[in-house]
């Protein structure tokens, strides 16, 4: 497709559980962005990748949340040992370049039971 | 720490008038953008304009625009001519070259038939 991927689209965990949520980007975007989306409020920042380099991870919660983007394309936002202050729609973003507009996909929202 | 406010939650406008949407923004960064987007209910977040922090003139398109005042680190929207389609969540947005990207809270706006 022509626009950002996410999936699941919805994911239901139990407490302690370990998840993984998947981003397929724009094909060609340089930048990709992972943020956090509590209900009502706007998008906090994750991390940012430069191609396959994790160049900002400065917004990540904790050591239980870890991305990577291997091969410059898709990325894997992982949780683990989930706990209940993790639920919440998780957006990714791509553009084309830093600077540049950013695509945002559908978002998968996450709740942990 | 980079920061974006948006200081009205909600915000109602009666259709085909005019309304202004407020947001300041605080950077350290020198090279920087600015953006506003919309996020309808349940749906996805769209760009609806970008202002480059280097150019002095106003961004347009179409029916909004904006008023960048960089020294006061103002950068409001302003919609014309008001839709329906236009009731939204709409968020201010600051994106650095260093990949750092701060969303505010985000405005409510409701258009009235």
């Known amino acids: 497709g022509a626009g950002v991927s996410q999936s699941p689209r919805y994911k239901v965990a139990k407490r302690g559980q370990d998840v993984a949520l998947r981003c397929d980007p724009i094909?060609?975007?340089?930048?990709l962005f992972w943020y956090q989306q509590a209900l009502g409020q706007g998008p906090e920042f994750l991390t940012y990748f430069q191609n396959e380099a994790q160049l900002d991870k400065s917004g990540l919660p904790s050591d239980r949340f870890f991305a990577e983007r291997p091969e410059g394309s898709v990325s894997t936002l992982k949780i683990q040992r989930t706990q209940q202050e993790d639920s919440a729609v998780y957006l990714c973003?791509?553009?084309?370049?830093?600077?540049?507009?950013?695509?945002f996909g559908d978002g998968t929202r996450l709740s942990i039971l | 720490a980079q920061t974006v406010t948006q200081s009205q939650p909600e915000m109602s406008v009666q259709e085909a008038e005019t309304v202004t949407l407020s947001c300041t923004y605080d950077?350290?960064?020198?090279?920087?953008?600015l953006f506003w987007y919309k996020q309808p209910p349940s749906r996805q977040m769209i760009l609806v304009i970008r202002q480059e922090a280097y150019k002095q003139q106003n961004a347009t398109e179409n029916r909004f625009s904006v008023n960048f005042q960089k020294a006061a680190k103002s950068f409001s929207l302003k919609i014309s001519d008001s839709q329906l389609g236009d009731a939204a969540m709409y968020f201010c947005?600051?994106?650095?070259?260093?990949?750092?990207?701060?969303f505010g809270d985000g405005t409510t706006l409701t258009v009235k038939p």
């Open positions: 094909s060609g975007h340089v930048s």
């Open positions: 973003a791509s553009s084309f370049r830093t600077l540049g507009a950013q695509h």
């Open positions: 950077t350290s960064e020198s090279d920087y953008y």
């Open positions: 947005a600051c994106n650095t070259n260093a990949g750092k990207s701060t």
